[in-house]
């Protein structure tokens, strides 16, 4: 089947059952009013205390809680903004269009007395509905407002040209100085390469330095710019190419809780907020090669100490976070830092050199799997 109309079969399938559960839902709802009782939406409760983790499965998965939204005096305005926003996605869908996260929220100005007073306060509602459903905000016909990460290396992405449909090659290679940027919807990709491996950098600095003195070539790899916590396009393309061509992850971040526990674990297992989507979103084979307390030590790397949110993130991680309770390795990491009580940028290597990171850091970590964290 030719990629444009398997695409296109692809949204259509999608987009029907979106549109069959909107309606059914709302279906529900009315009969519920008809009859004279109160109508109620329940979705699973996204948190991390309604996960559970499987190395297996390789994500964090939702436990049974659900929590249910009741018509009530207090609830009516929130029901209100939920049953516009299934509208407004039924639309979307049906008119094979998008709006992003701000445009749903300025469209709720049109709303009345259910307009939103704060983005916040949509976002939420666009999250329950995504709950409800099962489906993810774009097959919902809602986009991300913020850009996907870069990529740079031995990869060619094969997408479609909007209005012929016909297949368009993008060579990763060919960029110059610049990158192929992650459109905020990857499942149409396919992917050519030959590279051993795929490397996720934390900062777009470290990620600019090894574009510059093109990395990628002297290691047959594939450079993803995560910028922080990878947004969920990046983590779907880098998941998806991952999958595709049976490649490692290799992820290289900075020495503090916040990357280990947020970014990493984020981008490995996922998150308790999301756990209704985390097996379309996570990277199960993904390991840390990025800076630990171990390196700090033997790096002699310069520091800077731990803040209060550190140690506050490193306590609630050991006693309530089911990705580290699964690994001893991470329990231990965790402890060393606690007790060193410093934390490293991946920018701290180059103390040693501007290129001390590509000369040294990064072929040492390559060369030892042993170093390297679940």
Known sequence: MKLARMVKVMKTD????VIKKIRDEAENIYKSVKSGRLPTLTTPLRSLSNVTYDEKHGYFELAGGKKSRTLTANTIKTFAQTLRMMELSKLLVETDDMATKRDAYYQSKNWGEARFSEQPESDAVMD?????????REQLGFYPDERGGDVAGALTVIDEDIETGKEIKIDCTKFGSGSYSVPSSVEQLKFETRAEFILAI???????????????????????SMGGVPTRATRRFIRRLADDKKIPVLVFD???????????????????NAAHLNKYFCVPQAHFIGITAKDITEYKLPTHPLKDIDIKRVEDGLKNDPFVKHY???????????????RA???????????YVMSDYLPQKLENPKSWLP
């Open 14 to 17: 999608n987009g029907s059952l």
């Open 128 to 136: 329950d509905i995504e709950a409800l459903f099962g489906f993810n």
């Open 202 to 224: 934390e900062t777009q600095g470290m990620y600019s330095r090894l574009v510059k003195h093109a990395y990628w070539k002297k290691k047959n790899c594939i450079l993803v």
């Open 254 to 272: 900075d020495g503090d809780p916040y990357g280990w526990l947020n970014i990493y674990r984020t981008l490995k297992v996922g998150s308790g």
């Open 328 to 342: 001893k390795e991470w329990q231990q990491a965790l402890h060393d830092i606690i007790k060193l009580k410093k």
């Open 345 to 355: 940028e991946q920018q701290a290597l180059a103390a040693h050199g501007l290129n």
